[in-house]
């Protein structure tokens, strides 16, 4: 995390507790998140002048592309996982042009079942690093480790967490 005040991107938001997070250490954040049923919510509980909030969603992120803003930090915590590979091929340039020369995308990746009605990939961090190293990044950190949230490590369910920086 960088320790002095930057510009944050929070794809995929949710209710906006990373965002409100990096807010309250001093970070400017724009939180995306598609689904209104989370980010009205998020909005009323996290109301900081250092949080704005835009309706838009992957792969395109075409409002957020919209604003030319050039982002320290792009995070996606739980989100890569519901893009397929053909969603991850026109995201990936996307996300590059949204960070500057040693911006850096911190991402969570999903393995293991599909809750029922979901609509999710298991994505593999090989892959991921991959497609990311052809648009400009390079991996400085990779952890697999078992999820934090019982249910899911009872079922078998563990996360890739990588950090890749904007060459």
């Not at 592309?65 to 989100?79: G, H, K, P, Q, Y």
């Not at 893009?83 to 911190?106: F, K, S, V, W, Y």
């Amino acid at each position: 995390m960088p320790e002095r005040a930057s510009r944050v991107l929070d794809v995929g938001a949710g209710t906006g507790a990373d965002a409100a997070w990096l807010a309250d250490r001093g970070h400017h954040v724009v939180a995306v998140e598609p689904t209104r049923a989370l980010r009205l919510p998020g909005m009323e509980r996290h109301p900081s002048p250092r949080i704005e909030w835009l309706d838009d969603s992957l792969p395109d992120l075409v409002a957020t592309r919209r604003t030319a803003r050039i982002f320290d930090l792009v995070m996606m915590t739980a989100v890569w996982m519901h893009l397929d590979r053909r969603e991850r091929a026109i995201a990936m340039p996307h996300l590059a042009c949204l960070l500057g020369p040693g911006g850096l995308l911190l991402m969570s990746l999903r393995h293991g079942s599909v809750p029922p009605g979901r609509r999710m990939f298991d994505v593999a961090a090989g892959e991921t690093v991959e497609l990311a190293q052809a648009h400009g990044f390079r991996e400085i950190f990779r952890l697999r480790a078992p999820s934090v949230q019982t249910l899911n490590r009872r079922s078998g369910v563990e996360w890739t967490w990588l950090a890749l920086v904007r060459n």
